[in-house]
C-alpha cells in the first residue's frame, strides 16, 4: 500500500486522505528531510486537505517550503486533454 513512486515523492489519488499523512509520516520517520506531495485533477484538494492533516495533527511546526502548480497535456485517442497538476514540498521541522 506504498503511496510513494520515488524516494521522498507522495502520489495523491483517490484514496483517504489519512492514507497519505500516512504516507508522508513514514518518509519524515524513515529520516527523510523533505516530503514532496503530488496531485493532479481532482486530487489536488486532497493534497491541501493532507498538509492540512499534517499540520494540525501530527507536526505542529512543519513548514511549507514550495508550491507550484502547472497543467499536464495529454493526447488520447486524438483528443486532447489538460489536466492541473501541483506539487508541494514539505520540510521536516527542526529539531
Known amino acids: 500500500m ?6 521522498g515523492v507522495v502520489i495523491v489519488g483517490s484514496k483517504p486522505p489519512l492514507n497519505y499523512v500516512t504516507a508522508c509520516l513514514s518518509l519524515f520517520n524513515s529520516g527523510a528531510a523533505e516530503v514532496k506531495i503530488r496531485a493532479r485533477g481532482q ?3 486532497r493534497a491541501v486537505d493532507v498538509v ?7 507536526v505542529k511546526d512543519l513548514k511549507v517550503r514550495d508550491i507550484s ?6 493526447n488520447l485517442a486524438g483528443r486532447s486533454s489538460r489536466v492541473s497538476t501541483m506539487d508541494i514540498v514539505l520540510l521536516k521541522p527542526d529539531k
Open 43 to 45: 486530487a489536488i484538494c
Open 52 to 58: 492540512g492533516l499534517l499540520r494540525k495533527g501530527f
Open 69 to 74: 502548480i502547472g497543467t499536464q497535456e495529454f
Open 2 to 7: 506504498s503511496a510513494t513512486s520515488r524516494e
